[in-house]
């Protein structure tokens, strides 16, 4: 969720000006400064399996992510606990 769709959500639903403070705060918490550089990344291609990549799919919509960020993000973690 993006920082407009973030506001459209507070206003949608009843939240006092406490609640709207608190999240505000929270969400900007999570955006990456612009100042800071993104790592670097570089393509890669892999063949998977195709029932495997349509759940990936529909695992990525229901978060609301896009399936390229969902792999990255599924490797990205494998890759830093498991050393």
Known sequence: ?????????????????KDI???????RSCIIPQNKKKPKRKLYSFRLN??????????AELQGLPYQTLVWSIIHKYVNTNL
């Open 1 to 17: 969720m993006d920082y407009k769709n973030f506001q459209e959500f507070m206003t949608k639903y009843d939240f006092d000006q």
């Open 21 to 27: 403070k608190m999240l505000n705060e929270l969400m």
């Open 50 to 59: 195709e029932e495997d990549m349509t759940k990936i799919k529909e695992m």
